[in-house]
C-alpha cells in the first residue's frame, strides 16, 4: 500500500506541473546549479529555455503561493520568502537565467523551494532542491 500512495504522489506532481506550465510559449525551468557553499549567503543560477521574443521585464519570477506548496507536497518555510530572484537575458546569445540570492548567511545544507515564473502568454512552476556543502577545511 505505501507504494501505491508513492505512485500516486508522484503522479500528482507530474499532473500539477502541467498544469500550471502554458503551452503558448513553452518558457522552460532548466536545472539548478549553485556557486555558494554552507554558511555563505546563496548565489545559484537557473537556466531558462525558449525564451525567444522575451525581455527581462516580461518574465515575472518569485516563490510560488502556498497552495502550490501543499499541492506538490513541499513545506513553505521562512527561508524562501528571504530567496531574492533577478532575471537576466544576454541580449548576444539569447541565454536566459534566473539568478537565485540571499543576503544572509544559509545554515542549513539542504533548500527544497517551488519557483512560479509568469510571462504574457504563460506560467510554469516548478521545485528546486539545492544541496550546499561545507567550505573546503572544516
Known sequence: MPRTHAMLRHLA???TALLFATTAQALG???IKTES????PLAAQITLTNTDGLTEDDLIVGIADVKAYERMGIEREYLHTRLQFATTIDKKTGQSVVQVTTKEAITTPVINFVLHVRWPK???MRAYTILLDTPLGH
Open 13 to 15: 506532481i507530474a499532473l
Open 37 to 40: 557553499k554552507l554558511g555563505e
Open 29 to 31: 525551468l532548466g536545472d
Open 122 to 124: 504563460g506560467n510554469a
